[in-house]
């Protein structure tokens, strides 16, 4: 089983995996995947390994706007580890890869007795809190340029990744844009030789560029993803 | 129903939207364009005032253009007089700004072409495009 590629997995002492390893499932999840729907009992966590999940909030009219992304730096669903949960928002597979998963009552077993367990997802939930609520200033007061450059540069950082399989259409509705606004964007940065768009993958070429255009969000909760220390 | 294509003026060469969006009409395409102007300006209206985006039908036929400055929320507190004024200095900004554009080109693809005549190294391509076309 695969354990460095997650960081929470990776932080976790010896013994404590090795009383979680039996219990893990390593899945590949395509793009698209709906890991839980809103409301619907947590009923596995999702360890991602090298794919990113999105977490969509219903807007009215059909329409849903990403709060916040989990890579290989978070796990989707912690919070069952307290206890039956519900899901406050949609998760969906936002870039393929491959997952650790377990289910929500072997979890919540091992968490009721193994502190480091419990104190790690308190720490990784205060840090989902803080970027969402960065993210909702972001929304309100920055372009939608510096926005999608902001939210590249943390694609990568949560893939490990410089290529992302992103089509133009799933961007937009994470952004909460038209398709159109994202193709000009897009584009715009193409052509000053920050990435490269060919169709459903974005190739990051010039990553200090694309810092630069991005917003003062990605500075302010990047800190909060270097990798945990469990001791 | 027809299909609606978009190009960003700002400037440059500018940008384009090739894909489209198939549209009922003229009128929901003006909408449609209006919103992808207020979203290119949203937080940033002084920076982009001087960009327009162009609207075709099926590829070809220009049906509309929207100057951002028109539609601009932040100028809404000026008489119609003044904000006529920043319309039309808006767009000599954005015209100047495709000169000196062009004529960076320009200059950039003779040096290119003089050192290639001359056997001597030259710039082959910036941004992952011919420097010579």
């Not at chain 1, 926005?147 to 943390?154: E, S």
């Not at chain 1, 089509?167 to 606004?181: D, F, P, Y």
């Amino acid at each position: 089983m695969r354990r460095s590629g997650n960081w929470i997995l990776a932080a976790l002492p010896d013994s404590v995996f090795q009383q979680l390893e039996p219990d893990l499932r390593h899945v590949t999840l395509p793009q698209g995947t709906t890991c839980m729907d809103a409301n619907d009992p947590i009923d596995q966590v999702y360890f991602p390994q090298s794919g990113m999940v999105s977490l969509f909030v219903a807007t009215g009219g059909g329409g849903m706007v990403e709060t916040s992304s989990i890579g290989r730096e978070g796990a989707v669903g912690l919070q069952c580890g307290f206890g039956p949960r519900l899901s406050f928002s949609r998760a969906v597979v936002q870039i393929p890869g491959s997952f650790s998963t377990i289910l929500s009552a072997r979890f919540e077993r091992m968490v009721s007795c193994t502190p480091t367990l419990r104190d790690l997802i308190v720490r990784y939930t205060e840090i989902l809190w803080s970027e969402a609520q960065q993210n909702a200033a972001c929304n309100a007061i920055h372009d939608g340029s510096s926005r999608l450059c902001r939210w590249l540069l943390q694609c990568v950082d949560r893939t490990g990744s410089d290529q992302l399989p992103l089509t133009q259409e799933s961007l937009a509705e994470t952004l909460g844009m038209r398709r159109t606004t994202v193709t000009l964007l897009a584009q715009q940065l193409q052509n000053r030789g920050i990435l490269r768009y060919s169709r459903g993958r974005i190739t990051v070429l010039d990553r200090a560029a694309l810092q630069k255009h991005a917003c003062g969000c990605y500075a302010a909760v990047k800190h909060d993803y270097l990798p945990y220390d469990a001791n | 129903m027809p299909i609606y294509t978009f190009t960003l003026r700002d400037g440059t060469d500018g940008v384009v939207d090739e894909i489209g969006v198939r549209l009922a009409g003229q009128d929901c395409a003006i909408q449609y364009g209006n919103g992808v102007v207020r979203e290119l300006m949203k937080n940033r209206e002084l920076e982009t005032r001087s960009w327009r985006l162009d609207i075709y039908e099926d590829h070809d036929t220009g049906i509309c253009q929207i100057p951002f400055a028109a539609v601009d929320p932040t100028l809404n507190h000026l008489e119609p007089r003044f904000r006529t004024m920043v319309e039309d200095v808006s767009e000599r900004r954005r015209q100047l700004s495709e000169v000196i554009h062009a004529l960076n080109t320009t200059v950039i693809e003779s040096r290119a072409l003089v050192a290639r005549s001359r056997g001597k190294p030259y710039l082959a391509s910036r941004f992952g495009r011919g420097t010579i076309r």
